[in-house]
């Protein structure tokens, strides 16, 4: 259920992932009949929203810089990653920060 994970800062990808959580959680609840499924997962995608709203407020400048200081090899498999999954789930502005991230990890 529910975890309090604190991120550093704000990611797209936990944001999207603890969205899908929360879905599942509440789909569990719904077919349960469990409240306290639906209370998770009611409160992980509220806290993802945020989580995704706070990553999105990033500047553009501000996400060059910090992935200009991230090991490469992790930059490029998590850009790898956002783009795949904004691809399959229709979210253009995690597909384009994972685009982002591959285009840094060969600067």
Excluded: F
Excluded at 31 to 59: I, P, R
Excluded at 69 to 97: P, S, T, Y
Aim: aromatic share 2%; glycine share 12%.
């Amino acid at each position: 259920m529910s975890s309090n994970q604190n991120v550093a800062e704000p990611s797209l990808t936990h944001g999207h992932l603890q969205y899908a959580k929360g879905v599942v959680e509440e789909t569990i609840g719904n077919v349960t009949g469990s409240e306290s499924w639906k209370t998770s997962g009611h409160t992980d995608k509220a806290q993802a929203q945020a989580e995704l709203q706070a990553a999105d407020k990033l500047s553009e400048e501000s996400r060059q810089a910090n992935n200009a200081n991230r090991d490469r090899k992790w930059l490029e498999r998590e850009g790898k990653a956002e783009e795949v999954v904004g691809k399959i789930g229709g979210c253009g502005g995690l597909q384009h920060h994972g685009q982002e991230k591959q285009e840094a990890s060969h600067r």
